[in-house]
């Protein structure tokens, strides 16, 4: 079966840099999305990463190494509003089409 | 960009009864359906997969006649939690997967039973 294994806690101050790292087993695989979600709300898009190699929106970046299968999302000049829980997510076939996948999540706590 | 309605966002029911959570695609057609559930401090736990017109696909250890899903459009999904019971509580949120725009998910639906 497939699993995604995170970190379950990860905490840094403000302005810091943060790596969360993600190692997954499945069959199938599309590609390694990330998303983030506040306590209470829905999970929020960060990136996704089809191919090896790096992948930058703004402070987040994501990383892809399919032979090792293994990513990470990195964080950059941290802010307070960065505290949340992260995820990691493959996208795998299944039935003919695909499916999202979730990993265990990752607590980031921002401190001043 | 791609919208996902979700109600009710939150629902309180009596135990042994059934509650509906509707997933509404409002610009875009959902060929599929996602529905995840996630307890708290846990990880979304994939459900089961719908397509417009056929029966769900549900995972592992989910009991499908008592999480009855519809996927009579491409543009509403529906989950059916029948006769809930307390363990059932939980955080239930819709992603839909359009060809243009990826998964877009829901506001989720926080589900008491008491």
């Known amino acids: 079966g497939q699993s995604l294994e995170q970190p379950s806690e990860v905490t840094a101050v403000e302005g810091a840099i943060v790596q969360i790292n993600c190692t997954y087993q499945t069959s199938g695989f599309y590609g390694l999305s990330w998303y983030q979600q506040h306590d209470g709300g829905a999970p929020t898009f960060l990136s996704y990463n089809a191919l090896d190699g790096l992948e930058e929106t703004g402070r987040f970046s994501s990383f892809l190494s399919r032979s090792d299968s293994y990513g990470y999302l990195l964080l950059q000049e941290l802010q307070m509003k960065d505290s949340a829980s992260y995820f990691c997510a493959v996208r795998e076939s299944a039935g003919g089409g695909n499916k999202l996948t979730f990993g265990t999540g990752t607590q980031l706590k921002v401190e001043l | 960009g791609a919208v996902v309605s979700q109600h009710p966002s939150r629902v309180i029911c009596k135990s042994g009864t059934s509650v509906k959570i509707e997933c509404r695609s409002l610009d875009f057609q959902a060929t599929t359906m996602f529905w995840y559930r996630q307890f708290p401090k846990q990880s979304l736990m994939l459900m089961a997969t719908?397509?417009?017109?056929?029966?769900?696909?549900?995972e592992q250890g989910v009991e499908k006649d008592k999480f009855l899903i519809n996927h009579a459009s491409l543009t509403l999904s529906t989950l059916t939690v029948t006769s809930a019971h307390p363990e059932d509580s939980s955080f239930y949120i819709c992603?839909?997967?359009?060809?243009?725009?990826?998964?877009?998910f829901g506001s989720g639906t926080r589900l008491t039973v008491v």
């Open positions: 719908s397509n417009e017109g056929s029966k769900a696909t549900y």
């Open positions: 992603s839909a997967a359009g060809t243009l725009y990826g998964y877009t």
